[in-house]
């Protein structure tokens, strides 16, 4: 065989095993704007699968707004932050964002995925030590193997184990805690509290990845923090010096940043290697999110729903008895256990107008395949319920037989 006829048969074999396990992933072709009904493959199907959870991603004052910034600033950034591409609209939404999180400053990312693996490679090395909740996100538990700082994973919320790891792990290097603040596929929140306390007892700091929780929670959608200080804590920088949140879910455009101290910041633009060695975000994103974070602060209203929205669902599929996971978030998921299990679930919700896709390892893991639904402030109290009738419709057994 050929070089290129052993490399096609590699490639081959790898793809006949996901197949084989039913791990096959598929792309859908949306073409319409992200909402709750979208045109998708050429059907026109009600959504509980996207992350634009309060509406904002084809809202007309949030598009205004992107094309004033392609006006004034033109299509690309043209270059990276460092050299020419770092624009006034960047820098006003920096402080904005800043402001918004009560943090000294905060710095653009591209993506989520972007700034969590370059802040963790950049503030973590060989001899320092990251502590990580096993159902965290891809981007961290990658960023946490690129830093090359010795890696623990503690199981999902265990805060007892958690402890006695640091108690165990000596007291070398640079110590950090790193953790979803809502968990992106069961829709729980962090322990935040006792994170923060078992940092203090072990002189660690403390990173959280708010990308579900931002623009979601506490009352301006200030995210997982905010809503801790409505209950009497105080969760500034020195106690959490680390607060990253992405800009493509609530807040509706594209993109992530961290936010922190000015050593934090200036340290990340000096050397943080996937901050400094890519283009900056076109500036017309920056205008639309800045427009779209003062939706996010100004419309209570709409996280008011979505909170009615949980509720409401989740009372229906209680009286269902549906397998649902125990989530206070717009994130529910009704686990299935198997691959064949969720996809079947899924292509019956599909027959009857609904999408929910199936989500299986290695996203989940192995035997906890789920639908995993997302709700929205644009959906209505009558699509819940549409809802609710299908997965009723569907008569799925309980956890336990699964
Ligand atoms: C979506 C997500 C990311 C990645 O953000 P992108 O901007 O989509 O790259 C990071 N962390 C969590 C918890 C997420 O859910």
């Known amino acids: 065989m050929s070089g290129h006829q052993i490399f096609e048969h590699s490639l081959n074999v790898r793809l006949q095993g996901r197949s084989e396990q039913q791990l096959q992933r598929k792309r859908r072709q949306l073409q319409s704007p992200q909402q709750v009904t979208v045109l998708i493959d050429g059907k026109c199907l009600l959504s509980f699968c996207s992350n634009d959870y309060l509406g904002l991603a084809n809202h007309p004052d949030v598009i205004a707004a992107f094309k004033r910034g392609l006006d004034d600033y033109g299509a690309g950034s043209g270059a990276s932050h460092l050299v020419t591409g770092h624009s006034a609209a960047h820098s006003a939404l920096e402080e904005e964002l800043a402001a918004f999180t009560g943090r000294s400053r905060a710095l653009l990312f591209g993506s989520g995925y972007i700034a969590n693996v370059g802040v963790l490679a950049t503030l973590l090395n060989d001899k320092d030590q990251v502590f990580q909740d096993k159902l965290n996100h891809a981007s961290l538990l990658d960023g946490g193997l690129f830093s090359g700082a010795n890696f623990r994973r503690y199981p999902h919320k265990d805060m007892k184990r958690l402890d006695t790891m640091m108690e165990n792990a000596g ?26 306390d078992i940092a203090d007892r072990h002189r660690a700091v403390t990173m959280i990845d708010d990308a579900h929780g931002f623009g979601c929670l506490g009352k301006n959608g200030g995210g997982l923090l905010e809503a801790a200080q409505e209950s009497g804590a105080i969760i500034d920088e020195t106690r959490l010096p680390v607060l990253m949140a992405t800009l493509g879910k609530a807040v509706g455009t594209a993109g992530a940043f961290v936010a922190g101290s000015d050593a934090l910041i200036e340290t990340l633009i000096q050397f943080c290697r ?108 009558q699509q819940v319920d549409q809802l609710l009738s299908a997965l009723a419709e569907l008569k799925l057994p309980p956890l336990a037989a699964a």
């Open 171 to 196: 007291a070398e290097g640079l110590r950090m805690i790193v953790s979803d603040g809502v968990f992106s596929m069961d829709g729980d929140v962090a322990p935040l509290g006792q994170l923060l």
């Open 274 to 381: 996937p901050y400094i060695y890519t283009t900056a975000m076109p500036a017309a994103v920056a205008v639309a999110t800045r427009q779209s974070l003062q939706l996010v602060k100004n419309e209570g209203w709409r996280r008011e729903l979505l909170r009615t929205h949980v509720q409401r669902f989740r009372k229906g599929a209680a009286e269902l008895k549906l397998p649902l996971l125990d989530s206070p978030t717009q994130i529910q998921a009704v686990m299935l256990g198997t691959p064949e299990r969720a996809l079947a679930a899924s292509a019956a919700l599909e027959q009857k107008g609904i999408l929910v896709t199936a989500i299986r390892p290695p996203t989940v893991p192995p035997g906890s395949s789920r639908l995993r639904l997302t709700f929205s402030a644009a959906h209505s109290e």
